[in-house]
């Protein structure tokens, strides 16, 4: 699977929009970009998933760029329990292995 | 519905005893997957069940290191003789369907936090 490159840490007001940026260049053809979050001392928790077209669903949004070389995951309105550390994983189509790397730890701050 | 579950939620060990971890998936989850979580990092994968079958067993660390699923649902990871670089939490994650599918989303457990003494 490619590999991802996430910052390390991230600070976020609350309310405000959190843009977390993921570069995976190396990215193929039948590669989805998956994000993952994990709350302290919980277990991972899906958030979204794509392939090239951006993506939305109840939790964030999911825009990846047309040359699929990076993506960035939007919270909206982040709120103080989006507080976690939070995966951009590249997973192949019919793969099963789910590779986390370190990831970036967002905090949101009253 | 109810989500993974897994038992005990935390394990102290003596180093050199053996220890069981339990998984109980999402019910009629067909794939099954074990991560190890060490301190301050990401999950690594560990082993892949569909079904009763075990797929994948490339990332178990050792041969002290053995999980089942005899029944196709359940699952135990298993490690003998415990060491001090055992420590850390062990993640079950379970998904709707199989490889010959397209790539299943995994629900993960809370996980078990083993510590050896």
């Known amino acids: 699977d490619a590999k991802t490159t996430q910052p390390t840490s991230m600070d976020c007001a609350e309310g405000r929009a959190a843009n977390l940026p993921c570069n995976h260049s190396t990215i193929s053809g039948n590669e989805y970009v998956y994000w993952y979050r994990q709350i302290h001392s919980q277990g991972p928790q899906y958030i979204i998933h794509?392939?090239?077209n951006n993506e939305t669903n109840e939790m964030a949004s999911l825009i990846i760029t047309e040359d699929r070389k990076s993506s960035t995951l939007i919270l909206p309105h982040a709120t103080l329990r989006d507080t976690a550390v939070y995966y951009c994983?590249?997973?192949?189509?019919?793969?099963?292995?789910?590779?986390f790397g370190a990831g970036t730890t967002v905090t949101v701050r009253a | 519905g109810a989500g993974v579950s897994q038992s005990p939620r935390y394990k102290v060990a003596k180093r050199g005893q053996d220890v069981a971890l339990r998984c109980d998936p999402i019910?009629?989850?067909?794939?099954l997957f074990w991560y190890q979580q060490a301190l301050g990092q990401g999950p690594e994968f560990l082993t892949y069940f569909q079904n009763e079958a075990q797929l994948d067993k490339s990332g178990l660390p050792s041969d002290r290191f053995f999980a089942e699923r005899p029944e196709g649902s359940v699952s135990t990871l298993k490690i003998q003789r415990t060491q001090q670089e055992d420590s850390a939490v062990y993640l079950c994650a379970s998904s709707l369907g199989g490889v010959a599918g397209w790539a299943d989303t995994q629900y993960f457990g809370p996980g078990t936090r083993l510590t050896v003494l």
């Open positions: 994983i590249v997973r192949l189509l019919l793969g099963y292995k789910l590779s």
């Open positions: 019910s009629g989850h067909v794939s």
């Open positions: 794509g392939l090239k």
